[in-house]
């Protein structure tokens, strides 16, 4: 288990987000929808079940372009996360929620989750994370 994730199920999911990050990058559309389905194909495999895990969603999200429908895995993830109470993931999650509603210009919005963001990352020895956070309120606040 890592991270309360099926070691198998883990080293899959960032297999294909590794190979979907490669190909996004170098602007393979193909390639990139491909393995962008074979997450979802994934997650939806696995929701509702014990193998059921924020990382993926999340990382689903990371890779969808709409903002609506991230918007939505995002809070998929985080509703998973709290419930297995991973508190890591609950901060990032919400990080990356508040950093959407920022694109969508709802600059309250994103304040509120980066706020969130930062009392779940308070007890956190991910400092790059807290950071990102706090830099993210800075921002938000200006």
């Known amino acids: ?5 099926d070691a198998l199920l883990y080293n ?19 390639a990139t929808w491909g ?13 509702g079940t014990d193998l059921d895990h924020p990382m993926q969603w999340e990382l689903l999200a990371d890779f969808t ?17 709290e419930q297995t109470q991973l508190f890591d993931y609950c901060a990032s999650i919400k990080l990356a929620l508040a950093e959407c509603y920022r694109v969508q ?14 009392k779940y990352a308070k007890d956190l020895s991910d400092l790059e994370l807290r ?12």
């Open 35 to 47: 393995q962008y389905h074979l997450l979802d194909d994934i997650c939806q495999q696995n929701q």
């Open 1 to 5: 288990m890592i991270d309360g994730m």
């Open 65 to 81: 372009p709409n903002v609506k429908n991230a918007i939505l895995l995002y809070e998929k993830a985080m509703a998973l996360a």
């Open 131 to 142: 950071q990102q956070i706090s830099q993210l309120l800075l921002e938000l606040a200006e």
């Open 105 to 118: 210009g709802k600059s309250q919005l994103a304040f509120r989750h980066a706020q969130f963001a930062d």
């Open 12 to 30: 899959q999911v960032v297999g294909v987000s590794t190979a979907l990050a490669i190909a996004a990058d170098g602007n393979d559309t193909y």
